[in-house]
């Protein structure tokens, strides 16, 4: 069964049970409209790897901004190693049809991944459409050096155009002390974040198999395995708001925003989440 489900890993399921994406505690004001307008502008931008940031004193000399359309808003994509970060930029900034299936190639060269931790060891600016930036950072926790995080923590003090940081948290692992002590940090220096979960997929324990006579088999999340899913990101959110809840900022309490992003960032989900998070990360930067 593992080798089929090796085989299967990257084959579009279909999805008759409805997973919600998105947790959040208040309406985020944002409409199908919006959605549908991040979705063509990450579509059709030019996306290009604008700025490689590899040490503190480069980041220093800089001022924390790059030479690159330096007053570009920005928002940072944080996590612990192998989280996939950089395969989830793949997915935000690749075109995709209408039906959110598409392929991951636009930027594969840049926004690279592997299965291998501590993969990423730069800060990787990229400027979508000349309207704002997105940053790959290098994993913290397994196969990190302390350099990446003295790189990534100088940033956070010294930037001046960051608008948010999305954390990814592994959705099949959930949060670790490591995510904790991130949050600790954004707190401490004020800056707004929210949860981004990934790796939904891995949920998925056995799809279901249906027989046609013209197309042969077709599989399909299951109920059950949609039920789990949808309950994670449900947990998560009921996490943010104990966390909101307790005045503590130098936990992160008082930056975290309480809305919970899942995510798969391939087609076997359909994509799941990916609109939402690109429309979040459009009007974070003042852009819908």
């Known amino acids: 069964m593992q080798t089929d489900m090796k085989k299967d890993n990257l084959r579009r399921l279909a999805i008759p049970f409805k997973l919600q994406p998105v947790q959040r505690s208040v309406a985020s004001g944002l409409t199908n409209a919006d959605i549908q307008k991040a979705f063509q502008f990450f579509n059709r931008c030019e996306t290009k790897l604008a700025d490689v940031v590899s040490n503190v004193e480069q980041l220093r000399e800089e001022g924390g901004a790059t030479r690159s359309s330096p007053n570009l808003p920005e928002v940072m994509m944080l996590g612990r190693s192998n989280v996939g970060k950089s395969s989830l930029i ?41 309207k704002l930036k997105i940053i790959d950072t290098p994993g913290y926790g397994h196969a990190s050096k302390e350099a990446h995080g003295n790189l990534v923590l100088r940033y956070l003090q010294m930037q001046k155009n960051l608008r948010r940081v ?33 790796k939904l997929d891995k949920h998925i324990t056995k799809p279901g198999i249906t027989k046609s006579s013209k197309s042969g088999t077709k599989q399909f999340l299951t109920e059950q395995d949609a039920d789990v899913i949808n309950g ?41 989440g990916i609109p939402e998070l690109r429309a979040s990360v459009l009007s974070t930067c003042g852009l819908l």
């Open 232 to 272: 994670v990101v449900v947990n998560a959110l009921q996490y943010v708001k104990t966390m909101s809840s307790t005045p503590d900022a130098e936990g992160g309490n008082g930056t975290v925003l309480e809305e919970v992003f899942g995510t798969c960032s391939h087609r076997r989900l359909n994509y799941m």
């Open 166 to 198: 999305y954390v990814l948290v592994d959705g099949y692992v959930g949060i670790s002390p490591l995510d904790h002590e991130m949050f600790r940090i954004l707190g401490a220096n004020g800056i707004p974040w929210n949860i981004v979960l990934t």
């Open 90 to 130: 793949t997915a935000l900034m690749s075109p995709l049809n209408n039906d959110y299936v598409g392929s991951n190639n636009k930027i594969k060269e840049f926004a690279r991944s592997s299965s291998k931790s501590g993969f990423t060891q730069y800060l990787h600016y990229y400027n979508c459409g000349r």
